[in-house]
């Protein structure tokens, strides 16, 4: 009996070992996904604040030289 109760737990182990190697490279893998996910947001930022500030500064350059 204590054979057979070795033997489960030994095969329990080995399947929570794999288990434990698929959830890290899960882990890793979402951890990457996020990491592109967030480069691109601060690109799609860095180019939209550059075309929102650009013509912010135009509309106040018209708006200086027609006062004068």
Known sequence: MKKKK???????????????????????LLIFVLMLMLNSLLS?????LMVTFSELTHNIGDAIWISQ
């Open 6 to 28: 070795k033997k489960s737990t030994v095969h329990f182990e080995v399947i929570a070992g794999v288990s434990d190697v698929f959830r890290s490279a899960l882990a890793v």
């Open 44 to 48: 799609w930022l860095r180019g939209d």
